[in-house]
């Protein structure tokens, strides 16, 4: 069973917008001081970015990594969301719920058993998750209504470093939208800054993950401010 954050701050986080940060852009040789910025600043949904070197081609970071986040994450009343770029996610899950994980999302392209994958997630404990891909189209969410908390538009194409927000990702997010049940949380990754943020709320994107635009700034407490403040706009 999951040892994450309580089901109601996981429910409150899901239901209002935020900003993800993505820990993949932070300075691992200070993680954890930087993970102590956005939280100090305000963030409460942490993400982090899996990658296999099948499903995309870089190898990134795992289970381990997660770990070593979660307590100062839960602890700050906050939420570690996973996001599994990998093949075969089914085999991971439990690796990333023990971790701490609090939503777990797979890849509609990563696996024949999707529904099984999702079902496996909540059965864990965790809220579960379907990414797309740029090229995915959005009628896939509809199969598996039953069993998403929550979907995750790419607006780049995943595994691919410095790309710039696909435009087309906005009138994506409004279908998925238009496709989603209220209280669905409808997730954006890819190029988002403080240009394209406001877009992607206005199209209906209640979470935001953002990497670069964070942990690549001089102060990443700072940038975290600074694009929250652009969903309340």
Known sequence: MSRGASSSTVAELLSSRQVAPSILAADFARLGEQVGDVLAAGARVLHVDVMDGHFVPPITIGALIADAISEQVHDAGGIVDVHLMVEGPERHV?????????????????????????????????????????????????????????VLCMSVNPGWGGQSFIPASVDKLARLRGRLPAGTALEVDGGVDESTASQCVGAGATLLVAGSSVFGAADPGEAFRRLAATMET
Do not use: Y
């Open 94 to 150: 439990d690796a990333f719920v023990e971790a701490g994980a609090d939503i777990v999302t797979i890849h509609q392209e990563a696996t024949p058993h999707v529904h099984h994958a999702l079902e496996r997630i909540r059965e864990a404990g965790c809220r579960a998750g379907l990414a797309i891909n740029p090229s995915t189209p959005v009628d896939v969410v509809s199969e598996v209504g039953d069993a998403l908390d929550l």
